[in-house]
């Protein structure tokens, strides 16, 4: 502090040496660099006349905020940096030069912080860098102020979803040559935001096949190959499994009346890339059957395969079975040229139908064709009907039914009905004489002379 030296009442005169050594003091005590007041103060505000303040340090102590104006007032810099300690303002970097506080920009009441530059980087170097909200806000992420654009919306709290919203009718565009959903070991879900049908193609649905799911109750799911293309599901097994009752359907959507082009619903074919198909001779395309209880146990009861038995050959179809009955229930069955066999070497076979149904042998599925109808039921008959004029031809013997002279008087015929009596012998009647019902006499008569039985 300088002493100058003063007298109590005014206009009183100091003396020479008293004035001397005021300068003296003043001199002495004068300021070289603002640097040398260790406290200084302003009394009003500070104008840097548009140059640049440099090496601003707060020592031991706080910084509640840093403006910087022009000479017309205007705020050039307006940093708020609230409980800091050790902070510098150099370089045109805000930093902290001891521990690890953090820095908080804060804008006055609903303020907004705006970053006026063309890329903006976060992160300290290789560290993981973290972009949030303060407190339990959401965060949204969007161009031009939010007007006009899409929006990425991270919702706060537990379970909070993220919502990517394109503005209009954009699309949401995962640009990489893997995506993944799920979270760890949870399954996942990729579904519609509401009622609409989800497609899944490629290159945009641009000369693509489709798997398209159908929305609402019972709706199909459509796989729809490209062109020619085939719909491949690779494995030494495929299952294809379902909880209605009716079983899984197979079969071919046919839009036109034309006979040309009529695919099978169900096809099983054998691929040997390694060899040529006159190599392939009884290698089987195979489709099996089985069931499955609730043990989770399965049972096979058979399969029915197609073999290639070599060039000019026709192909050999073979239904085999296991131990258990295996019935197949047919419509109607078309079989190519060849030869149909039924049964095994070892056992017989049985060809019934599978109800109260008769059994009808014909040619050309019944046209212009004879018939053998074994009818159902007691006492069921056999008929054989030839075609128009046609002849029943047997090549052998013909055998008929034999009775006693007893038996068959018991019992009563019809037009047509012939049988051979086993104990005919008396008189001009060997044994084995052919009768037949006689209607006029209502009885069984000789056939040789109508003689009664």
């Given at each position: 502090?300088?002493t100058i030296?003063?007298?109590?009442?005014?206009g009183?005169?100091?003396?020479w040496?008293e004035?001397d050594?005021?300068?003296?003091?003043l001199?002495?005590?004068k300021l070289?660099?603002i640097s040398?007041?260790?406290?200084?103060t302003l009394?009003?505000?500070l104008?840097?006349?548009e140059?640049t303040?440099t090496?601003v340090?707060a020592?031991?102590?706080n910084?509640?905020g840093?403006?910087?104006k022009n000479s017309?007032g205007?705020?050039?810099?307006?940093v708020?940096?609230a409980?800091?300690?050790?902070?510098?303002?150099?370089?045109?970097?805000?930093?902290?030069?001891?521990?690890?506080?953090?820095?908080?920009?804060?804008p006055?009441?609903?303020g907004?912080?705006?970053?006026?530059a063309?890329?903006v980087v976060?992160?300290?170097?290789a560290?993981?860098a973290?972009?949030?909200?303060?407190?339990a806000g959401?965060?949204?992420i969007?161009?031009?102020?939010?007007?006009?654009?899409?929006?990425?919306?991270?919702?706060q709290g537990a379970?909070g979803n993220?919502?990517?919203?394109?503005?209009?009718?954009?699309?949401v565009?995962?640009?990489?040559?893997?995506?993944?959903v799920?979270?760890?070991?949870?399954?996942?879900?990729?579904?519609?935001?509401?009622?609409?049908?989800l497609?899944?193609?490629t290159?945009a649905g641009?000369?693509?096949?489709?798997?398209?799911?159908?929305?609402?109750?019972?709706?199909n799911?459509?796989?729809?190959?490209?062109?020619?293309?085939?719909?491949?599901?690779?494995?030494?097994?495929?299952?294809?499994?379902?909880?209605n009752?009716?079983g899984?359907?197979?079969?071919?959507?046919q839009?036109t009346?034309s006979?040309?082009?009529?695919?099978?619903?169900?096809?099983?074919?054998?691929?040997?890339?390694?060899?040529?198909?006159?190599?392939?001779?009884?290698?089987p395309?195979t489709i099996?059957?089985?069931?499955?209880?609730?043990?989770?146990?399965n049972?096979?009861?058979?399969?029915?395969s197609?073999?290639?038995?070599?060039?000019g050959?026709?192909?050999?179809?073979?239904a085999?079975?296991?131990?258990d009955?295996?019935?197949t229930n047919l419509?109607c069955?078309?079989?190519?040229?060849?030869?149909?066999?039924?049964?095994?070497t070892?056992?017989?076979?049985?060809?019934?139908?599978?109800g109260?149904g008769?059994?009808?042998?014909?040619t050309?599925?019944?046209?212009?064709?004879?018939?053998?109808?074994?009818?159902?039921g007691?006492?069921g008959?056999i008929?054989l009907t030839?075609?128009g004029?046609?002849?029943?031809?047997?090549?052998?013997?013909?055998r008929?039914a034999s009775y006693?002279?007893?038996?068959?008087?018991a019992?009563?015929?019809?037009?047509?009905?012939?049988a051979?009596?086993?104990?005919?012998?008396?008189?001009?009647?060997p044994?084995g004489m052919?009768?037949?019902?006689?209607?006029?006499n209502?009885?069984?008569?000789?056939?040789?002379?109508?003689?009664?039985?």
């Amino acid at each position: 502090m300088t002493t100058i030296v003063t007298r109590a009442g005014k206009g009183s005169a100091l003396t020479w040496t008293e004035g001397d050594s005021n300068f003296t003091n003043l001199n002495t005590a004068k300021l070289e660099n603002i640097s040398e007041d260790l406290t200084p103060t302003l009394g009003g505000n500070l104008d840097v006349n548009e140059k640049t303040l440099t090496g601003v340090k707060a020592v031991q102590g706080n910084i509640d905020g840093i403006t910087i104006k022009n000479s017309s007032g205007t705020n050039l810099i307006s940093v708020g940096i609230a409980g800091v300690d050790y902070c510098t303002v150099n370089a045109n970097i805000v930093r902290t030069v001891s521990g690890d506080e953090s820095i908080t920009i804060q804008p006055n009441g609903t303020g907004d912080i705006n970053l006026s530059a063309d890329t903006v980087v976060v992160g300290d170097s290789a560290a993981a860098a973290t972009i949030t909200t303060n407190g339990a806000g959401n965060l949204t992420i969007s161009t031009n102020s939010g007007t006009n654009s899409g929006t990425i919306v991270i919702n706060q709290g537990a379970d909070g979803n993220i919502a990517l919203t394109p503005n209009g009718t954009g699309d949401v565009q995962l640009v990489a040559d893997t995506v993944v959903v799920g979270d760890a070991a949870a399954a996942a879900t990729i579904t519609t935001n509401g009622a609409g049908n989800l497609t899944l193609s490629t290159n945009a649905g641009t000369n693509s096949g489709t798997i398209a799911i159908t929305q609402g109750a019972s709706a199909n799911i459509t796989v729809t190959p490209n062109g020619t293309g085939l719909f491949l599901v690779s494995g030494q097994t495929v299952g294809v499994r379902t909880n209605n009752t009716t079983g899984v359907i197979i079969g071919r959507n046919q839009t036109t009346t034309s006979g040309a082009y009529q695919y099978p619903a169900l096809m099983a074919q054998k691929v040997r890339t390694d060899i040529l198909t006159a190599a392939m001779t009884l290698e089987p395309a195979t489709i099996g059957f089985s069931t499955r209880d609730s043990a989770s146990v399965n049972t096979n009861f058979g399969r029915l395969s197609c073999s290639y038995q070599g060039t000019g050959s026709n192909p050999f179809f073979r239904a085999s079975v296991s131990v258990d009955t295996f019935t197949t229930n047919l419509d109607c069955a078309i079989i190519g040229v060849g030869t149909a066999q039924w049964g095994n070497t070892t056992g017989g076979y049985t060809h019934t139908t599978p109800g109260a149904g008769n059994l009808t042998l014909s040619t050309n599925q019944g046209t212009n064709s004879g018939t053998i109808v074994i009818t159902n039921g007691v006492n069921g008959a056999i008929t054989l009907t030839p075609n128009g004029t046609g002849r029943v031809t047997i090549g052998n013997p013909l055998r008929l039914a034999s009775y006693t002279a007893a038996a068959l008087t018991a019992l009563t015929g019809a037009v047509g009905d012939v049988a051979a009596v086993t104990n005919s012998a008396g008189g001009s009647h060997p044994n084995g004489m052919l009768a037949f019902w006689d209607t006029t006499n209502a009885r069984w008569s000789y056939v040789h002379d109508n003689s009664a039985v």
